[in-house]
């Protein structure tokens, strides 16, 4: 091939043309194919070889191939890189074209096997168990928009869960972040909106359309049943099932009922919460050092990704929090059912997967036998806990759902083998004894096989050649071979044999027994293996039949496993049961912050526990001290409490009480974020804002030195008016670290703020860091100390402290940076002046078009100036 137009490359370039910006796979024989810029960016991800084809005949094209049996591997470190692949496959063989040549006419030659896109792999769309981390789920979305309401569909097409959500325009990416997706999908005319997504024609995502479409996935005349959908959910979903549909050529993965995402029974937090609390990555971007890494005991996969989606969507229903408490509750007290409970769970399939496999039509025997294991394994775990006194309501509701698929497992037990294989295509799947006439035909051709091996012993009586074999390969089949130097032997015309290959050093042949032999085997090897895919369909399609309730298994097991997990880390690490309240306390006593305590543990420190103790009349506390003190780390564990315990979960302290959180903010000052092209100063304030304008009296604030990225004054001012803003408008629970000194005069102003500070000691000269938090302002801020412990030189050292004493003898002359801001008038007054309405008569002359007025219009609105101006 060339860049030369021939009949191959004329249907690669239209191939590429359906593939929309894919890289093309093209199979050829053993292997698919890349070409030209594809050939060139694959090539360098995969660090293979570029080579290219028919240099002798124009211009030579880049091509690079990966093996077709070893694609999977390839694909999956594609699509890590971010690339999207289209697969192009023979959907003939080369007989079939050749015949269809024949019938158009042309020579047989030049026949050309046809190939079509029959798969896009996208990083949204995977469903193979090599592409995907057993832990985590990979989410695909669909966004858009139906006047002025943000609709949002998002699937993990591995287990077929989907969920629909609606939101203002501005909590877009608040919503994104908690979906979490690999792949986000947008209608066309929202170019630009959002980074990195995949564009698709805006006639996909119709209201009316989606609804359509959801009715008839799930065969229903109404989604009532399921949920209570609005416009822009039913245009995100048309918009997501479309794109499924076409990354799967027409063949649709599995998708259950969607459900609605009720965004007021969830504590709702920011993309900017989520990154600095690091839930389930830590800011180096991996699972190490994160939220979950630290806490995650569950036992089976599928348990991992639900405990990740119940840190991600953390409730805020008191109901529903405390029905998960009292099964962690269940499982904490009595460590002996939870630790055979885990046991079983541990050797529990991905149930939830292999389901999705199958639904997509890619299921392997192996997946059948997953889902046999599973289920039954489901059952067992139902009856073990059934005999178990004092269930909790959540345990109770899970039970029924662990059982119900008895005639399933039990046709599956007796159709497939103990072990079934992951390959399809070569039969050996359905059990002995249950289908007779396929182990007929299993006889048939073992018989044969024994045969055959009689038939070895007799040439090797007949001839004398103790060496001769029958052996069997891929283009021969069966033959007879000798050694070369026993040859001649066979070679006699009247020997029975008939010459077929001479290799180096050995001869092969056939013969009219083995012939029949052979034929017996494949003939009935043929119509078994017709037999078995037979069998595999009706079973895939049982499976398929009964997902929903498979899909609801997978799920109660998955929360059983959390729970269990739940209760193993409590146990492990002397967590305690939260108290969760309908008021606005936050009470902790003995907090600990999960992740530092482990990183302390593992080099041999001890955590210092703190408390934290807000109420309404001390609802905002300011923390001082010096750096490395522990500010940071107190901010966030008190954070994470909340979190963990409104997932549901044991939280480590000593005792907590937790006034339920609507909303959950968490801001580091100056946090680097130069990645979307923002001045860190910038992207820190962005995010005061959206605090200030969002946070309610329920919701939870930790500010973490917010003002440090700009001049001291700059800082001081703003950090002080955000303080003052959070106390007297959103009068929300907070926590405000900051090393500015004169903060700490807003506690004569502020009646529910207190001041606190972390606690250091100087001693023989060398600064010791206590991580206790203790009432009061710090009396200073050891930045100096911080430095000689941070390897600065004594000498600079000393110059500092020359350079600070002459500073120190100015503040005392002058006030210092805060003098004067005592006489400011309060914040409350500052806003009405801010509020102060204008004055209307200016607004309405304003306003005016005078050219467009009537001369009676023009006296209408005269008078109408006179009575404002007589009535201000
Ligand atoms: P700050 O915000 O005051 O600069 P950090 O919270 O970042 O300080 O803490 C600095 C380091 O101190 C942490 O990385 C941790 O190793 C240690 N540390 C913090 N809090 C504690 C604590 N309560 N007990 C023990 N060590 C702590």
Known sequence: MSGKTTPMMEQYHALKQQAEGCLLFYRMGDFFE????????????LDIALTARGKDSGDPVPMCGVPVHAAEGYLARLIKAGCRVAIADQVETPEQAKQRAKREGTPSSKALVKRDIVRFVTAGTLTEEALLEPRRANMLAAVCEVRGSIGIASCDISTGRMVLESCDPGNLHAALARVGASEII????????LEDTISRPKSDFGSDDGERRLKTLHEVKTLDGFGDFDRAMLAAAGGLISYLEHVGRGDLPLLLPPRVRAGESQLSMDEATRASLEILTSQQGGRQGSLIAAIDRCVTGAGARQLADDLSAPLCDMAAISGRLALVHYLHQDPLLRADLRDVLRSLPDIGRALGRVVAGRGSPRDLGQIRDGLAEARRVRDFLSHKPDRPVLLESLLPLMGGH?????????????????????????AEGYDASLDELRQVSGNARRAIAALEARYRDDTGIASLKIKHNGVLGYFIEVPARHADTLMAPDSGFTHRQTMKGAVRFNS?????????????????????????????????????????????????????????????????????????????????????????????????????TLVPEDRLWLIGGPNMGGKSTFLRQNALIVLLAQAGGYVPAESAQIGLVDRLFSRVGASDNLARGRSTFMVEMVETAAILSQATDRSFVILDEVGRGTSTYDGLALAWAVVEAVHENNRCRCLFATHYHELSRLADRCDALSLHHVRAREWKG??????????????????LAVARLAGISKQVVARAKSVLDKLERGRAKTGGLAAGLGDLPLFAAVQADDDEPGDPVREKLSELDIDALSPREALEILYEIKRAAEST
Request: glycine share 8%; proline share 4%; net charge negative.
């Open 512 to 612: 009219l027994s083995l012939h029949e032999e052979a034929g017996r085997i494949s003939e009935a090897g043929g119509h078994a293996l017709a037999a078995e895919e037979e069998h595999f369909e009706m079973l895939a399609a049982q499976v398929v039949a009964a997902r929903q309730e498979i899909a609801a298994t997978a799920d109660a097991l998955s929360r059983i496993d959390v729970s269990a997990g739940q209760a193993e880390r409590a146990a492990e690490g002397d967590w305690c049961r939260p108290q969760i309240s309908e008021d606005t306390v936050l009470a902790i006593v003995g907090g600990r912050h999960p992740v530092v305590e482990a990183a302390l543990a593992q080099a041999g420190d001890r955590f210092v526990a703190n408390d934290c």
């Open 34 to 45: 890349l070409f030209f810029d594809d050939a060139k960016q694959a090539a360098s991800i």
């Open 766 to 783: 060398d600064l010791v860091l206590l991580h206790e938090l203790a009432n009061g302002p710090a009396d200073r801020s050891y930045g």
């Open 406 to 430: 008895g005639a399933l497992v039990d046709l599956m037990q007796r159709a497939l083998v103990a072990a079934p294989p992951t390959e399809r295509q070569n039969g050996g799947f359905i």
């Open 186 to 193: 947008t209608p066309d005319d929202w170019a630009g909106r």
